[in-house]
């Protein structure tokens, strides 16, 4: 298998010599050249190093039905129809519960592999999924950095890495990658499939996309976008157009080792048939394939329920149960379950009582899972009052960049503080 530093050098190294090659080409050449350098003395790789997975529980999930306070009164008074009583639940505690739609992840608490923080939110919350969402990704409430916090992560600690260094599962860069000079990469829609490969074969790019998603079977080929982060500017002397051409050529590049590197493993474990399932699958076939990504980001949609809430949460939650249940079987049968972390987040949680058409509004506040070998179980931070809300919403207890200073700190060893912009109170739930 070509390496990504072999296909530069025996390739487009070469050419940039020709005179009929344009100046932005030989730009981008030169700095390519600079990177495989870089690459050479300082193999900088997470194939053996802490790897994170992002999950994004997409539409704001009611936190107040996924950690039930069934102890509190005014939790049944506020959702007649859509309180969870004890029975409806797995105990963690005399005053909550979890959702039972998620039983794996309960024996999980159990055993000590889940941290469950409480009331995470920020100041100054915002109700709209766009806004908050942004919030939530750059690590910045206040003015909403044109960088992510997982972008800036790449930028402060892995330099030289990869383009693969980031792996999103998603039609769009999340905005947590953007970054000023290695955005990582988003597996894509087949149209931007048809864009990098400059056809319009749309019954071609539909099969390799289809394939690409489909579990437990070889992988012959997939649709591979650059994601749209990265800056120009970020290397002296670049233009537009050639910023532009280093990420096709670093998304062509990675597209080809991505796909030769998933399609070698092919797990036992089963998963299911969702969306989050598949994407799990993918991720543990690139781990164990030793690609040396840090950082996963997965969605996981639907949560925005504000009619019928009752059954579609649940049936939401109980797919991520049961995706997170295959993937860290996969894991732990290729030997690297210690390597791993998977964090969720949601944008909000909602508000504290049930509207009138059987569902809960756009709120403030829920809770977050970390899951994993490296993680200490349990609960963490304070559930919110019930009573002392803000404006019919739960008033948050934790900062949501405390999580991310921990992540950053105890899991991937980096200091948080250039990163999040700020110095942020840590939590216990990782050594």
């Known amino acids: 298998m070509k390496t990504r530093r072999d296909f530069l050098r025996a390739t487009l190294l070469g050419a940039s010599a020709t005179w009929t090659v344009p100046m932005f080409v030989e730009n981008t050449f030169a700095q390519l050249h600079n990177d495989t350098k870089d690459l050479a003395v300082q193999p900088v790789t997470g194939k053996d190093g802490p790897i994170l997975v992002v999950i994004q529980l997409a ?6 039905n996924t950690l039930a306070p069934f102890a509190d009164d005014a939790y049944h008074k506020a959702r007649p129809r859509l309180a969870k009583k004890e029975k409806d639940l797995i105990r963690l505690s005399d005053y909550c519960g979890l959702n039972n739609s998620m039983p794996w992840l309960g024996s999980q608490f159990k055993e000590g592999d889940l941290a469950i923080v409480q009331g995470v939110g920020y100041p100054n919350p915002n109700r709209s999924h ?40 998603s039609k769009t860069q999340p905005e947590a990658f953007g970054a000023a000079r290695n955005p990582g990469i988003c597996l894509s829609t087949p149209e931007l499939y048809r864009w990098i490969n400059g056809n319009d074969d749309s019954k071609t790019a539909e099969e390799f996309f289809s394939d690409l998603n489909r579990p437990d079977a070889p992988v012959e080929g997939g649709s591979i976008a650059m994601a749209a982060g990265g800056k120009t500017g970020a290397i002296q002397g670049e233009s537009n157009l050639s910023f532009l051409e280093r990420v096709a050529l670093d998304a062509q590049v990675s597209s080809a080792k991505i796909l030769e590197i998933a399609s070698k493993h092919k797990t036992n474990v089963q998963y299911d048939g969702t969306p989050l399932a598949r994407s799990l699958n993918l991720v543990g076939r690139m781990i164990a394939g030793g690609l040396p990504t840090r950082v996963f980001y997965v969605s996981h949609g639907g949560f925005d329920t504000h009619n019928n809430q009752m059954g579609t949460q649940d049936r939401l939650l109980g797919q991520l149960d049961s995706a997170l249940k295959s993937f860290m079987a996969d894991l732990k049968q ?43 179980g349990g609960l963490y931070g304070k559930y919110p009052s019930l009573t002392d809300l803000s404006q019919g919403d739960l008033k948050f207890t934790t900062d949501f960049r405390g999580i991310y200073a921990t992540i950053l700190e105890n899991w991937l060893k980096t200091p948080s503080k250039p990163i999040l912009k700020g110095a942020y109170e840590k939590l216990s739930f990782m050594g």
């Open 334 to 376: 290729q030997g690297a379950a210690d390597r791993v972390v998977v964090m969720t987040f949601s944008e909000f949680g909602r508000r504290v009582g049930e509207n009138a058409s059987g569902g809960t509004d756009h709120g403030q506040g829920s809770c977050l899972f970390t899951l994993g070998q490296g993680v200490k």
């Open 59 to 64: 539409g704001g999930n009611d936190g107040l």
């Open 130 to 169: 766009f806004v908050s969402t942004s919030i939530w990704e750059t690590a910045d409430p206040a003015n909403r950095s044109n960088t992510g916090w997982l972008g800036r992560y790449f930028d402060n600690a892995c330099s030289g890495s990869d383009p693969t260094v980031g792996i999103s599962f």
